[in-house]
């Protein structure tokens, strides 16, 4: 497998280079990174060459972090974790919003965003275990995980990494009601933050509907279950 490459955009230069030093040495992580000052650096830099995986801190200077994330998600899919120095749901929601896969709030354990980064990769390479393999079709709506495709009536549709994996853990199941904290583990694998993140599946629900139903206001496929949680079904 390549080196898979790693834009860090950060303005405090001591985070930047011991971000650098730990994702290149870490073990089996072969990664080659990339630091930059802040958000309009990144972007321009995410224009010029390809990259694997971007992480933004929020408070730099030009261009925070999540204008950097909103620029970037316009013409790309490419995975986004935010760095947040504010530990509020607000951030976190936010940055989601504008489709951000991941967050790590500072400060935060270099061991810890290293898993981050793998568990973020595995998503979007095809190395995370999942209880099917098969293409999901529900109605119009197709799924291949193999692939890593999503289309809607013979449509390609544009998801970031987390939302294919929810959409796909629901779609593969037809039918089938899951309540927020069980998407939670599924999709982002850290149930013992699930008590203060609960309106991140909301969150992610909410941009799905945008991209995959007709009227996001009377969905068809992803479906409230009122006191539940969320299912996908084919549409009557």
């Known amino acids: 497998m390549p080196r898979r490459r790693i834009l860090i955009a950060d303005d405090d230069p001591n985070i930047g280079m011991l971000l650098q030093a730990s994702l290149e040495d870490s073990e089996g992580g072969d990664f080659v990174v990339v630091t930059v000052s802040n958000g309009l650096e990144a972007v321009e830099c995410f224009r010029q060459e390809p990259f694997d995986l971007i992480i933004l801190d929020v408070m730099m200077p030009y261009v925070d972090g999540f204008a950097a994330c909103r620029t970037i998600r316009e013409s790309s899919d490419v995975p986004i974790i935010i760095l947040t120095a504010r530990d ?34 595995r998503r979007v390479e095809g190395g995370r275990p999942r209880a099917f393999t098969h293409v999901a079709r529900v109605g119009y709506l197709e799924v291949d995980p193999i692939r890593h495709q999503v289309t809607m009536d013979g449509e390609e549709v544009q998801l970031t990494p987390v ?51 007709i009227d996001p206001s009377e969905p068809e496929y992803l479906l409230t279950v009122r006191g539940v949680g969320y299912k996908v079904e084919e549409p009557c």
Do not use: M, S
């Not at 951000?100 to 980064?117: G, M, N, S, W």
């Not at 089938?176 to 609960?198: H, I, K, M, P, S």
């Open 163 to 213: 939302e294919f994996e929810l959409l796909y853990f629901l779609a593969a199941r037809p039918g089938e009601v899951f309540d927020r904290a069980t998407l939670f583990r599924e999709v982002w694998g850290r149930a013992y933050e699930y008590g203060r993140q609960t309106n991140l599946i909301d969150v992610c629900v909410r941009r799905l509907r945008e991209k995959i139903e």
């Open 88 to 121: 509020g749901t607000d951030d976190v929601i936010h940055g989601f919003e504008l489709g951000a896969d991941d967050y790590v709030t500072k400060p935060f354990r270099i061991r810890e965003l290293q898993a981050r980064v793998e568990a973020v990769l």
